[in-house]
């Protein structure tokens, strides 16, 4: 039986409200731990570095583009749908990370950005080239590959966040790797001091107003980073990893002109890299779209009539 995503109205609703919606499932925490313990296999092979669209680069960026099953991961139909609820049928993956807190490991401060003109990068990454309205031109599905709660370092959003500027992501900041005699824990956003970028010098996030949002392993939820959004410290004894998988609709150029840039102390090289069409088509050409994996495995795009099974979604 054949059915479309159910509540869509509901779930775009409280996006609308909140910025973010979730979690939801996507697989069940025994499935996701077998997938999760099949990649750190791969991640750990030294024949796949070679494949790595940033080789030595501790990061670990975009690994979608060469690891085969975070390569069909980004096109998981059950993802997929939710995103073309929000930002229309057709979608574009331009980035992929790993986001692992390790017992021990401070929050995240406090942080919003929509076009990613980050730290000291001197221009946005992300340019859209019309606005719909309320409809985001970037969208992050964080997938937790363990059990993410308050204990281990689980996101936190401030719902609505989205709907005001409480920062200036263009205005340039040092990461702490080129400033001497730093305090490091100032730099809570890897490495930045993000409260250099308020607009309001004096105004502070209302901590009692978050949203603390807990998964078990296999579940999602889905934002935009225009929504002020961190995380807490991992006071637990077990390691919290998440997957973020960013979208953008085909009307975004991504990495404009660029041919490298630099984040959070780290250089890329774009030379290997592309967009991949994760959902239906690519009617702009903006940017380099990659058909197949750097290593020879074809992508997944679902197209625009693509349903979901019955009972495939759980909130």
Known sequence: ?????????????????????????????????????????????????????????????????????????????????????????????????????????????????????????????????????????????????????????????????????????????????????????KYTFFGYDYDELKLSPGWSPDEGGATHVEMRAGQFVIFTARCIHGSLPNVSRRQRMGFAVRVVPTHVKVYDGMTQFEEFGQQFDLRRYGCVQVSGEDEYRHNHILKESLTGHPFTTVSRRAELTCGALQG
């Open 1 to 185: 039986m054949k059915a479309t995503l159910p509540d869509s109205e509901r779930e775009r609703q409280t996006f609308s409200e909140n910025g973010f919606i979730g979690p939801f499932t996507l697989w069940t925490p025994d499935k996701m731990n077998a997938f999760w313990n099949e990649q750190r296999k791969v991640l750990l092979d030294p024949v796949m570095q070679e494949f790595a669209p940033y080789p030595n680069n501790r990061l670990n960026y975009d690994r979608h583009l060469d690891i085969p099953g975070l390569s069909a991961l980004i096109s998981e139909p059950v993802i997929v749908h939710k995103l073309r609820s929000l930002i229309g049928p057709d979608i574009l993956c331009w980035r992929t990370e790993f986001f692992p807190k390790k017992p021990g490991d401070p929050g995240t401060g406090w942080h919003q950005v929509e076009t990613y003109a980050i730290g000291d990068t001197d221009r946005a990454m992300l340019t859209p080239t019309r606005r719909d309205g309320s409809t985001p031109i970037e969208l992050t599905v964080w997938l937790a590959f363990t059990e993410a709660t308050k204990d281990n370092g689980c996101l936190k959003f401030l719902p609505g966040s989205h709907r005001t500027w409480r920062y200036d992501e263009l205005r340039r900041i040092k990461h702490v790797s080129q400033r001497e005699n730093a305090d490091p824990l």
